[in-house]
Structure formats: structure tokens, C-alpha cells
Nanobody, 117 residues
């Protein structure tokens, strides 16, 4: 059974870059047909899908974040990453990585990221 674990700093200063890593076990991020995605949820708001990396290495990022977001991977470590630049307090949220894209995705436990000076 796949397990995912997010890691990264819990506190980021405004204008800096938020970098998170998702470590996957129980499956490979290069398994044919799989998508590996990032989601966040801010207090009082609905979950927001950020983007994904396909098993081929192709990526998709939601248009609203495309100018400051990149998603990558390290296949040797079976990890994928999220980089979000020029953060503001509005980027404060619990960030989740997931296998899949959409409501049936399997998520990790999430990691709280706070943007504050």
C-alpha cells in the first residue's frame, strides 16, 4: 500500500521560496499511468489542487499559480517536490502530497506551512 510523507520547513518568510518534498513508499513514482500531485488547504477554505507530475515526468500546474510554481522529482529517491516562490501570508496552509489527481487521490498526512516574518 502506498504511503506518502511530506517534509519541509514549517515557517517561510514572505517573498521567499517554499520548498517541499514528498517521499513515496509502497509504489514508484515512475509506475505507468500514475500521477503525483500537490494539494493545499488554508483555514476555512476548500482544498486547492496545485498541480501534478506524471510518471513520464511531464508536469501540470494550475494556471493561477503557474508563474511561481514548479514541480519536480528525484526518481532515484522516489521523491517529488514542490517549489512555490514569492510566497505571501495567503500561501499559509496545510500542504499535502498525493498519489493521483482528483477526489480519489491518496494523500499523505500533510504538513503545516506558515508564511510570516
Amino acid at each position: 500500500q502506498v504511503q506518502l510523507q511530506e517534509s519541509g520547513p514549517g515557517l517561510v518568510k514572505p517573498s521567499q521560496t517554499l520548498s517541499l518534498t514528498c517521499t513515496v513508499s509502497g509504489d514508484s513514482i515512475t509506475t505507468s499511468g500514475t500521477f503525483w500531485s500537490w494539494i493545499r488547504q488554508s483555514p476555512g477554505k476548500e482544498p486547492e489542487s496545485l498541480g501534478y507530475i506524471h510518471y513520464t515526468g511531464n508536469t501540470f500546474v494550475m494556471p493561477s499559480l503557474r508563474s511561481r510554481t514548479s514541480i519536480g522529482r528525484d526518481t532515484s529517491s522516489n521523491q517529488f517536490t514542490l517549489h512555490l516562490s514569492s510566497v505571501t501570508p495567503n500561501d499559509t496552509a496545510v500542504y499535502y502530497c498525493a498519489k493521483g489527481w482528483g477526489p480519489r487521490s491518496i494523500r499523505g498526512p500533510g504538513t503545516q506551512v506558515t508564511v510570516s516574518s
